[in-house]
């Protein structure tokens, strides 16, 4: 399961039916789960923690030091979920003492080909990012979010659940969950209707967001009445709360 041109080092742990492709690199501190398949030229450098079930594809570099010029040298660590595929060429880097000292990916990720996972970034459970998206460092990404292909993610902003981005998007605030963020700079443009749908949620729940959204962005408020709207038209809706919390925890204000 190992090519003979692998470089793997001895303090790597490979689990059971871990494959890995010729000309690969596996430094130490580096940590893989149960068949995971490396492909051929891909590096992969620790303190890295790779879960079961991954596939990542050639000329991939995994866990390398972090494009920051504040790094030092410190301690710091990258973790990688379950079920994840990572396409080629793609740069994950590890995380720096001042945004906690972990980059973090959940499972079930589609990461395509040329994206880039900058340090500190904590992005959750099936996320997809389109070929080319880029990510700045300390972003957060959401569960069930999908960025289009080329988009840009600023330092520090975050990408709710279940929103989708526009392709070649710039997003410079955050982007509410369930929501759909295009352009340069990214504006809202309506909820996820189609995402929605296909996650499961009932017609009567995206209505609802539907209405929480046109309070918020359209009805001419301000964010404090509008957020004080929300609380009261949608007492026992958890969605509603999810948005509502989101909002009021954002620190670059959210894309209007």
Not at 64 to 69: A, M, R, S, V
Not at 70 to 96: C, M, P, Q
Not at 138 to 157: E, I, S
Not at 185 to 197: E, P, Q, T, V
């Amino acid at each position: 399961m190992i090519h003979q041109t692998a470089i793997i080092d001895p303090n790597a742990k490979l689990a059971d039916g871990v494959s890995i492709g010729a000309y690969s690199s596996i430094g130490a501190n580096v940590e893989i789960g149960e068949n995971t398949e490396i492909r051929q030229h891909v590096v992969i450098e620790g303190p890295t923690k790779i879960g079961p079930n991954c596939k990542i594809f050639p000329f991939a570099s995994i866990g390398l030091e972090p494009q920051d010029k504040k790094f030092k040298g410190e301690a710091s660590r990258l973790e990688i979920g379950a079920d994840n595929l990572i396409r080629e060429y793609v740069t994950i880097n590890r995380g720096t003492e001042v945004g906690g000292g972990i980059t973090k990916i959940g499972d079930r990720g589609w990461i395509m080909a040329y994206c880039h996972v900058a340090h500190d970034c904590l992005i959750g459970n099936d996320v997809t990012m389109s070929n080319g998206t880029t990510l700045g460092g300390h972003v957060v990404v959401k569960d069930f979010v999908t960025l289009g292909g080329l988009t840009g993610v600023h330092q520090f902003c975050r990408v709710g659940e279940y929103a989708i981005t526009g392709g070649q998007s710039m997003i410079t605030q955050d982007v509410v969950p369930f929501s759909i963020a295009a352009g340069n700079r990214a504006k809202m443009s309506g909820i996820n209707y189609i995402g929605l749908d296909r996650r499961g949620f009932s017609s009567a729940d995206i209505e609802t967001i539907n209405q929480a959204y046109k309070i918020f962005f359209k009805s001419g408020l301000t964010k404090d009445a509008a957020l004080v709207k929300l609380h009261k038209e949608f007492p026992g809706s958890e969605h509603i709360k999810l948005l509502i919390s989101f909002i009021e925890s954002s620190e670059r204000g959210v894309c209007r």
